[in-house]
């Protein structure tokens, strides 16, 4: 079955803190896969992506994901967060070509200042 | 910077009537999709579409659902005859190779 899993729904953090959001991916073939961001009443935006290479994948606002594909994770990090990283944070994988993108769960972090 | 648009941004609708979400890709884009999201539940795929017809489909995306680019440039959501588990967050997405970029979204509430 082709499948991501984000495991943590709700990540309260401290400003300055450092960021790990789990994401597990269960699909053969080439693997393809994304980190998006939903503000608080905005839409979904693109982080980063992984679809070769280099398996550490630096994005947008100082976000990174590391692709260790003996553990079929792709993971997020950002190594000091800011209240204004306070947002609703999927991880995405492709599935089928140009086809379908396969969400996680979502993890819903909050930053307090 | 190109954006997908979508509208309207939110829509109330009485059970068993038609709704048409439209869609606006970004203008070189070639493949189209359709997801949605009830409310606390994770974003789920409907369609895709490319040259002009449905490439895949979800078990979600049954005869009640239909998607058109009746123009070149909307994309069309429709839905014959809503029930309330259609309420949901509909969002648009079109991509030219691999990445897709998103619109805001519809908040379709059927009462």
């Known amino acids: 079955a082709q499948s991501v899993s984000q495991h943590n729904h709700h990540v309260i953090l401290s400003e300055a803190a450092s960021l790990e959001l789990g994401c597990n991916y269960s699909?053969?073939?080439?693997?393809?896969l994304f980190w998006y961001v939903q503000y608080p009443g905005q839409h979904l935006q693109l982080l980063l992506k992984y679809f070769s290479g280099d398996p550490l994948v630096k994005g947008i606002k100082g976000f990174e994901a590391e692709f260790i594909k003996s553990k079929f994770s792709f993971n997020l990090r950002k190594p000091s967060v800011q209240w204004s990283d306070t947002a609703e944070y999927f991880c995405a994988g492709l599935s089928g070509g140009y086809n379908k993108l396969i969400f996680g769960a979502g993890t819903r972090l909050a930053v307090h200042p | 910077e190109p954006e997908v648009t979508q509208t309207p941004s939110h829509q109330v609708t009485q059970m068993g009537q038609e709704v048409i979400l439209r869609c606006v890709p970004i203008s070189n884009h070639l493949y189209f999709y359709w997801y949605r999201q009830i409310l606390g539940q994770k974003v789920e795929f409907l369609v895709s579409f490319y040259n002009n017809e449905i490439s895949e489909k979800s078990e979600i995306f049954d005869d009640q659902f239909s998607v058109e680019r009746p123009d070149g440039s909307n994309f069309t959501l429709k839905i014959r005859s809503t029930k309330l588990e259609d309420s949901a967050m509909y969002f648009c997405a079109s991509s030219k190779e691999g990445t897709q970029d998103f619109g805001p979204g519809t908040r379709l509430l059927v009462l």
């Open positions: 699909y053969g073939g080439t693997v393809n």
